[in-house]
């Protein structure tokens, strides 16, 4: 720890970290900004992508509206896609993570479950939408997750636990873990 921060130090928990979960950093007030700057410049930053299923909507208007009023990382891209019956569907994705809608213009409201809600709202009854997200820091961890989106549930599924439990089942050893990050 630098000779500045001996004393007077207390552990913080930043939203500038909430992309490195296993980030902890020191500080004290006056060396906060200098110190978070250096973290920053040595670790590295989680890097994800985002992208749906092309899915059927009851107003493609109300979802690009909702779309207009996602915060996230990078510009959500919005794709459509016409069906040979002349009805369209629609799909989106982006660098970087979606946080959720955009509370005016204050993100410290930023919902990502409300955003999910907003689209099951949108999404027609025979469809579903499939919101796939990978992501990596470095070769320290990759990670795979799906959230799954009907017009009555909305569920989440994460590629590390669906590999740990089959293989649990393979090995017949219930509660099989092992290690894949470092």
Do not use: W
Request: with cysteine.
């Amino acid at each position: 720890m630098p000779k500045s921060m001996q004393g007077s130090t207390k552990l913080i928990d930043s939203d500038i970290f909430s992309h490195c979960p296993t980030t902890i950093t020191y500080v004290s007030t006056i060396d906060q900004v200098l110190l978070i700057s250096e973290r920053r410049i040595r670790m590295s930053n989680y890097n994800a992508a985002i992208r749906t299923n092309y899915f059927s909507v009851k107003d493609s208007a109300a979802l690009r509206k909702l779309i207009d009023s996602v915060y996230a990382e990078d510009t959500i891209e919005l794709f459509m896609h016409e069906l040979p019956n002349g009805s369209m569907q629609y799909g989106f994705g982006c660098y970087g993570t979606i946080d959720g809608i955009r509370d005016n213009e204050d993100t410290s409201g930023d919902d990502l479950y409300a955003f999910y809600k907003a689209l099951q709202k949108l999404v027609c009854e025979n469809d579903a939408i499939l919101i796939f997200e990978v992501g990596h820091e470095k070769l320290r961890y990759l990670v795979g997750y799906c959230t799954v989106i009907t017009s009555t549930e909305i569920q989440y599924v994460d590629i590390r636990q669906q590999a740990l439990d089959l293989a649990a089942k393979l090995l017949n050893t219930p509660g099989y873990n092992t290690r894949t990050e470092y």
